[in-house]
């Protein structure tokens, strides 16, 4: 069984620019998250879809960070504009169901992006 | 709101020294809890976890940990070390109540080394 993919592995860019990261969850996967991990810290929440739609977004700075995933599958991670603090790993996780913090189902990551913003 | 203390940054044992990795965690009830590891350049993945039952949870690679209920502990084991074990391991904690939205907390990592 393929795992989570994810591209770029590794992204360069200047404060200001945009940046898009994708994530290809395991298939069959109804439930998709995106983390932030900030060096020294353990992954942060940024957003969590129910097959298309939001479930939690409630830690994604909305006024420079979107995403979506269209058709359930896939999604992107954007950000526009960049800033120095952006700079971190971008994780992507699924789990074959929305319960995974009730321990009934498990999240599955993939391998991130790193993200160094100059 | 439920959180995690991982109150060692980093430690360091002699391949075939028995480990034990901490953790402590703030939450209402009896939360659900998880051990993941970090290799270098990887994802998570998933060592262990624990939402009800014995309180002693066997994980993958040799991993247990133990639930603590009085001391809000639920601290990692392995009682031999391997090289291959050097990583970051993360503590998390879910919230047993069910919702759409299950969101993961997660400590700030301990990270192994392990020497020859």
């Known amino acids: 069984e393929a795992g989570v993919a994810q591209s770029p592995r590794y992204k360069i860019i200047e404060k200001r620019q945009s940046v898009a990261f994708w994530c290809n969850p395991i298939?069959?996967?109804?439930?998709l998250y995106w983390y932030q991990q900030i060096l020294g810290q353990g992954p942060k929440l940024l957003i969590q879809?129910?097959?298309?739609?939001?479930?939690?977004d409630s830690q994604l700075p909305k006024d420079r960070f979107s995403a979506e995933r269209l058709k359930g599958v896939d999604s992107t991670l954007k950000i526009q504009p960049a800033k120095l603090e952006d700079s971190a790993v971008y994780l992507c996780a699924s789990s074959s169901s929305p319960w995974a913090g009730t321990g009934a189902d498990t999240q599955y990551f993939g391998p991130g992006t790193r993200l160094t913003v100059l | 709101a439920q959180s995690v203390t991982q109150p060692d940054i980093h430690i360091t044992v002699s391949e075939g020294a028995s480990l034990e990795l901490r953790c402590n965690y703030s939450y209402g009830a009896t939360p659900y809890l998880f051990w993941y590891v970090q290799s270098p350049g990887q994802g998570l993945q998933l060592l262990l976890k624990?939402?009800?039952?014995?309180?002693l949870v066997q994980g993958i690679k040799g991993f247990e940990a133990e639930f603590k209920r009085s001391q809000s502990s639920f601290n990692l084991r392995k009682p031999s070390v391997h090289w291959s074990d050097a990583a970051e391991y993360f503590c998390?904690?879910?919230?047993?109540?069910?919702?759409?939205?299950?969101?993961?907390?997660f400590g700030t990592g301990t990270r192994l080394q392990v020497t020859l």
């Open positions: 624990y939402f009800s039952g014995d309180t």
């Open positions: 298939s069959g996967h109804a439930t």
């Open positions: 879809f129910q097959n298309n739609g939001v479930v939690d």
């Open positions: 998390a904690v879910g919230p047993t109540y069910t919702g759409t939205a299950s969101k993961l907390t």
